[in-house]
């Protein structure tokens, strides 16, 4: 893929104040990841042109064609230098024909900059925008909720780490008291940014677990409500996963901040993603102390890929989340509300098939040409 100039701001905007810069590492991806990334930039540069804020990129080569290539999915010193930058835009990676020796995909990322990272929170916001047509019967801002989903522990800490023979297999789950404090307290400072739930202004963070069943996910609960006494000012729900499942079908507006374990986070927030328009809809930040990168929820789909067929609009919004997390507010709310804008007017929509009609290409002018 081409990154475009880093000069966000170095033309066609005579008059503007002087620019603050934010130093972002690109990881392009694999399949559609790399048409997907261009697009945000795209939408990314000219917003920031407009707010005098200059975007200085730098290409960070991994993913399934890394991995392909050098035996590694990440490149040497690689994550010391996505933690330097102020932020990373990383596309979606892998390939299905690239694997492992032991038979499993190579190239992801997930578990290497998660843990390599330390990004211990991966944020899902999920937001039904007007003009969006979806399988459900929900009005645009009834679905406004975020889901924090712990990102270094639990059910996915055992990848790679299980145990199989010809007969069973065994995974192990890893909850701790530490891990636990610290998603569920970035939780609540979530909720203390938002408006509150849709459907009664509430500002309400809800803990989401099987205690019922399982002792790790009895000690989540117990944290939850151990952090929960510290902000008085949110109010503190609970629901089993099963039970969550159904709610966010039948009444997602109840629903502010969602914070929840690693495995449960993955499986609830594609859930949520069905009911606002599909997994193209959708942005994510993996967000930690030192180091934060943002990304679709979905994957690299390879078989549509370079056919201007994939919709860029969660990957554009990742970037306004990445823009956010740098200290630029006005850029990044500017972005949101071009893309809000573009589904609105009509001058964005998506099929059946959940790519854009007019193909990736068509919703990048059309989310530019309404930045305002």
Do not use: W
Request: proline share 6%; aromatic share 4%.
């Amino acid at each position: 893929m081409s990154i475009p100039a880093t000069d966000a701001g170095s033309a066609g905007h005579p008059g503007t104040p002087a620019r603050s810069t934010v130093q972002v590492s690109v990881i392009p991806g694999d399949g559609i990841g790399p048409e997907l990334v261009e697009s945000a930039l795209a939408v990314m540069t000219e917003a920031s042109a407009r707010d005098g804020v200059e975007l200085v990129l730098r290409e960070e080569p991994a993913g399934a064609a890394v991995y392909a290539e050098t035996g590694d999915a990440l490149l040497p010193g690689a994550l010391d230098r996505l933690r330097a930058a102020d932020g990373v835009l990383k596309g979606p990676v892998g390939l299905p024909e690239v694997r492992k020796p032991d038979g499993t995909e190579g190239g992801l990322l997930g578990g290497l900059l998660r843990i390599g990272l330390d990004t211990f929170a991966n944020v899902r916001p999920i937001r039904l925008l007007p003009g969006v047509r979806t399988v459900m019967r929900s009005e645009p801002g009834s679905i406004d909720y975020v889901i924090v989903r712990e990102n270094t522990e639990g059910l996915y800490l055992s990848r790679g780490a299980g145990v199989r023979n010809h007969h069973a297999a065994s995974d192990q789950m890893l909850i701790t008291r530490a891990g636990t404090e610290r998603v569920v307290r970035f939780a609540f400072e979530q909720a203390r940014q938002r408006r509150g739930a849709p459907r009664d202004g509430v500002r309400r963070v809800t803990c989401v677990d099987k205690s019922n069943v399982l002792r790790s996910f009895a000690l989540f609960r117990d944290v939850f409500d151990e952090v929960a006494a510290r902000y008085p000012d949110i109010e503190a729900d609970h629901l089993y996963a099963d039970a969550a499942a159904h709610a966010l079908v039948v009444e997602p507006e109840r629903f502010d901040v969602l914070v929840m374990e690693n495995f449960l986070g993955d499986i609830l927030s594609d859930l949520g993603a069905g009911t606002v328009g599909g997994l193209g809809m959708c942005p994510s930040g993996n967000i930690g102390a030192e180091a934060a990168y943002f990304e679709p929820i979905h994957g690299s789909a390879p078989m549509i890929a370079g056919k201007n067929l994939a919709n860029p609009v969660s990957q554009i919004l990742s970037g306004a989340l990445l823009l956010r997390h740098c200290g630029q507010e006005a850029t990044a709310a500017r972005i949101e509300a071009a893309v809000e804008s573009a589904f609105a007017t009509g001058r964005v929509s998506i099929l059946p098939s959940g790519g854009p009609e007019g193909g990736t290409e068509s919703v990048t002018q059309a989310v530019i040409g309404a930045l305002g």
